[in-house]
């Protein structure tokens, strides 16, 4: 029986990362990280996701689009996901997709009709989407409010606002995913999140190539990384690290069923 920790990213962006894949997943291994889901946001990443899928059998993918894109969605990119999410059991979410107003490089009226558009297609074939949502809690309980009885379900990735924002997205059944945001020293509100979150409701990320936690913080980030925020989640928790990255490693098959993987 494998007695080492078995840790997940559940969020990355291998296709923005410097260092070539096949090196990436060794370092991964070596980091006791045993698959990674690597995430699209636009026409163009989303097809470097299924070339990924394609070419290793440790890394999985969803596909969406960003909001920071919405503008530029085409109709036929929309028609391509959802035939490739259709088909291709690798694919195992949509997404990532949302609100962003923090910076707004795309209108809010386009950013609600793409991000309708994915959570509609999200429905329809019965997969689960990954959100992105910042500075737009208020904008994200309104439409999320309009699926509820839709069996809408999915994570909302890199959490990172308030308590009370929290037990919305565990009230509609979402899932929250922390990354190395929360080894920050100021990130005391995310923390008081993870005491309140019930251990199966919580997934880890990197985000990688980005938010790379303590001590490498302000370095490019890789998916091994997700270790180092796993056993910080389960040291500040009070649980063990094995038992904890099992966890969490069921909690991201219950999210993304397509997942096959045998410890």
């Known amino acids: ?13 291998l296709e923005m990362l410097k260092d070539d894949v096949s ?7 070596e980091a006791d990280v045993v698959f990674c889901i690597t995430i699209g946001t636009d026409h163009e990443s989303n097809q470097r996701v299924k070339q990924f899928c394609g070419d290793y059998d440790t890394i999985y993918g969803t596909l969406g689009f960003h ?31 949302g609100y962003d107003l923090y910076y707004e490089h795309s209108g809010r009226e ?30 994200m309980k309104e439409m999320l409010d309009s699926y509820k009885g839709k069996n809408l379900k999915g994570v909302v ?26 080894t920050f020293p100021q990130a005391k509100e995310i923390r008081e999140v993870l005491e309140f979150i019930p251990v199966d409701r919580i997934l880890l990320e990197t985000d990688a190539p980005f938010l790379s936690p303590v001590p490498f913080r ?7 990384r997700v270790s180092i925020v796993g056993e910080y989640v389960a040291d500040f928790l009070k649980l063990d690290r094995e038992e904890f990255s099992k966890q969490v490693l069921t909690n991201t098959i219950n999210t993304f069923p397509r997942i096959n993987y045998e410890n």
């Not at 029986?1 to 962006?13: F, I, L, Q």
């Not at 503008?71 to 035939?83: P, R």
């Open 67 to 97: 909001p920071h894109g919405a503008s530029s969605v085409k109709e036929e990119h929309l028609d391509w996901i959802k035939e490739e999410l259709s088909t291709n059991q690798k694919l195992v979410a949509v997404g990532e997709c």
């Open 110 to 139: 386009d950013q609600e009709e793409v991000f309708r558009k994915q959570l509609d297609l999200a429905v329809e074939l019965d997969l689960p989407v990954v959100i992105h949502s910042r500075d737009a809690d208020s904008m």
């Open 23 to 29: 090196g990436t997943l060794d370092k991964c291994r």
């Open 157 to 182: 990735h890199c959490f990172t606002s308030d308590l009370p924002q929290a037990r919305i997205y565990l009230d509609y059944g979402f899932l929250l995913s922390f990354n190395g945001i929360c």
């Open 218 to 224: 302000g370095k490019p980030n890789f998916p091994g």
């Open 1 to 13: 029986m494998n007695d080492k920790p078995a840790w997940v990213d559940s969020h990355c962006h």
